[in-house]
T-cell receptor, first 113, second 114 residues
Framework: GAGVSQSPSNKVTEKGKDVELRCDPI?????LYWYRQSLGQGLEFLIY????????KSGLPSDRFSAERTGGSVSTLTIQRTQQEDSAVYLC???????????FGPGTRLTVL | AQSVAQPEDQVNVAEGNPLTVKCTYS??????LFWYVQYPNRGLQFLLK??????LVKGSYGFEAEFNKSQTSFHLKKPSALVSDSALYFC????????????FGTGTRLLVSP
């Protein structure tokens, strides 16, 4: 596909379980971003990957959150020991350079019961 | 630190009337400014951006925005609103160096009535 894809589209989990969210960026895009959008809130930056550089993790809310990007393409956001406050829509975006507009995926809606 | 303010949670406008969605920003240095739109249960779609050059930027779906450096504003406008423009609009800012991430406003819901 031509756009950013994310899976799953919806995830319901129980408190304390680990979850993995996947992002497949636009082919050739070197920059990849994860954001979180809570109900009624704006977008909260989580983490940023640019090429082979060390990721900018400054937005991760706790050490339960981690992300990796394999081969400069697909990225996985992992949330360990999920809490109810982790419930949100997790959005992934990619861009061809860090100075160009970001293209967003449809998001993964995470519900922690 | 950079920040964006969208002072209106919701803007209501009748179809055919002009619309304005307000955005002001605060950055150190020259800003890169963006507008995104989010339709229900969808991701964000890019509308337009200001990097440099003409203060009036034209984007998708007939939208435009005017960069005003003295007022640190980047308001989104459209001459004639459509019901299909009803959505959530986000303004975002970043600086050319340093922070690589976009900082988003809290969003403004636009409701266009028939």
């Amino acid at each position: 596909g031509a756009g950013v894809s994310q899976s799953p589209s919806n995830k319901v989990t129980e408190k304390g379980k680990d979850v993995e969210l996947r992002c497949d960026p636009i082919s050739g895009h070197t920059a990849l971003y994860w954001y979180r959008q809570s109900l009624g809130q704006g977008l909260e930056f989580l983490i940023y990957f640019q090429g082979n550089s060390a990721p900018d993790k400054s937005g991760l809310p706790s050490d339960r959150f981690s992300a990796e990007r394999t081969g400069g393409s697909v990225s996985t956001l992992t949330i360990q020991r999920t809490q109810q406050e982790d419930s949100a829509v997790y959005l992934c975006a990619s861009s061809s350079t860090t100075y160009n507009e970001q293209f967003f995926g449809p998001g993964t809606r995470l519900t922690v019961l | 630190a950079q920040s964006v303010a969208q002072p209106e949670d919701q803007v209501n406008v009748a179809e055919g009337n002009p619309l304005t969605v307000k955005c002001t920003y605060s950055v150190s240095g020259n800003p890169y400014l963006f507008w995104y739109v989010q339709y229900p249960n969808r991701g964000l779609q890019f509308l337009l951006k200001y990097i440099t050059g003409d203060n009036l930027v034209k984007g998708s779906y007939g939208f435009e925005a005017e960069f005003n450096k003295s007022q640190t504003s980047f308001h989104l406008k459209k001459p004639s609103a459509l019901v299909s423009d009803s959505a959530l609009y986000f303004c975002a800012v970043r600086v050319p160096t340093g922070f690589q991430k976009l900082v988003f406003g809290t969003g403004t819901r636009l409701l266009v009535s028939p």
